[in-house]
């Protein structure tokens, strides 16, 4: 009798989630293999080269002979820079043994919730919004608990809905400003009354910051920089977005020191560490030039601008100005398509690759997420097949 070959898996993969911009992207270059013209404006990845002095810097860290193991929390170069940009940056005292540098961002997400969640813990988190969020909420064996983003608010997480969701199990609050995938921005006001909130609460704030140098017309506010927060609160942040180096995988947190012990516990028994050439190539991000940096974002304000104001000319869509990052999330209620069918008609029928609102969350039924990384000609031909598509298809 033949062995049976299929693996069984355990119980709690079946509680993990996925990102659909990388489904919807596979489909889209599928359509591209088989000859039809597709524009991408799905995925969230900087259409912009790495920084030539950040390429030049590894070069250098590699011939030097950085591709060795490393510190699992970081090299001391690295982590002194990430100590003094982010005191700077958000007006806090940072201890380099406060940082741990991990491969990419979503390190910090993962192995934090896993040093502090127990099953059936309770994790409030945005809807619309990143979804590995949910994700990994769910694999641990804790409880989700959506807290829904209002277009009417700008979709800013509010602070009152926040505090109606709190309960006795509450135990970690995931903030994302700026936000995938709305755009929205947290005000300095909002994080006040978020700190009264919090202040006598045995709660912990992941506050997830990688688009924090991706700002138009305002400023970036961190938590961590009101009163007596920054001890509960963990800044997570990277070099992806800011310097795109989606590819390099890496990025740090910023937290309490018996928290940052558990972190890097916790990539010994997995990473070991992160590349050392790359995180020498993030001192120099950090510490070289800026205008790389600062042209990016310049022309991520002029893409946003050109799409929002050509995007609410046609039929059916409503797009509010988004304030960080790099997507717009318009309403398509006035289509009468749920949001799921008309990014899949866009991408096989007019040649466009958006994603659904709800890949994000319940809450983002009526919406689809647009990445501007792409260039202005692109976006204005992706707006162009939209309008068509749409006179073609909605009635008035």
């Excluded at 259409?47 to 490393?70: L, W």
């Excluded at 909130?197 to 920089?225: G, K, P, Q, W």
């Excluded at 205008?291 to 046609?314: C, G, H, K, T």
Aim: aromatic letters at 8%; charged letters at 25%; hydrophobic letters at 40%.
């Amino acid at each position: 009798m033949k062995a049976s070959t299929s693996i069984r898996l355990a119980a709690r993969m079946s509680r993990l989630g996925t990102e659909s911009a990388f489904e919807v992207l596979q489909r889209a270059r599928a359509l591209e293999a088989a000859g039809q013209s597709v524009i991408h404006l799905e995925i969230g990845e900087p259409d912009f080269p790495t920084p030539v002095n950040v390429q030049e810097a590894a070069s250098k860290a590699i011939r030097d002979g950085y591709t060795h193991y490393v510190a699992p929390q970081g090299m001391p170069p690295l982590r002194e820079t990430i100590a003094e940009y982010v005191g700077r940056t958000r007006g806090i005292a940072v201890h380099p043994d406060e940082v741990v540098v991990v491969p990419g961002g979503k390190p910090i997400l993962y192995f934090v919730l896993t040093a502090l969640l127990e099953e059936g813990d309770e994790v409030l988190y945005p809807d619309p919004g990143f979804p590995i969020y949910e994700s990994v909420v769910r694999f641990l064996g804790a409880r989700p608990v959506p807290v829904a983003l209002r277009e009417e608010n700008d979709f800013r997480m509010d602070v009152g809905d926040i505090e109606a969701a709190l309960t006795p199990r509450t135990r970690l609050l995931i903030l994302n400003s700026p936000q995938n995938p709305t755009g929205s921005v947290m005000t300095a006001a909002d994080m006040e009354r978020l700190a009264r909130l919090l202040a006598d609460r045995d709660i912990v704030v992941l506050s997830d910051e990688i688009y924090s140098r991706i700002l138009f017309d305002c400023d970036h506010v961190s938590l961590a920089s009101q009163p007596g927060m920054q001890e509960k609160t963990v800044i997570l942040d990277g070099f992806s977005k800011t310097y795109a180096m989606t590819g390099w995988r890496l990025g740090y947190g910023v937290m309490p020191r018996e928290l940052a012990r558990a972190v890097a516990q916790l990539m010994v028994n997995s990473n070991s560490c992160t590349a050392a050439f790359v995180q020498m190539a993030g001192v120099e991000a950090l510490r070289g030039d800026q205008s790389p940096v600062e042209a990016m974002v310049a022309q991520f304000r002029r893409r946003r601008d050109l799409f929002v104001e050509r995007v609410n000319r046609i039929p059916g869509f409503h797009c509010r100005l988004p304030r960080g990052a790099f997507y717009a999330f318009p309403s398509i209620k006035g289509t009468g398509f749920s949001s799921r069918e008309l990014q899949d008609r866009l991408l096989t029928e007019a040649g466009v690759a958006a994603l659904s609102g709800t890949a994000f969350g319940a809450a983002g039924e009526g919406y689809l997420r647009f990445s501007v990384a792409n260039s202005i000609e692109n976006i204005g031909e992706a707006l162009d097949r939209i309008d068509a598509w749409v006179r073609r298809n909605v009635s008035s």
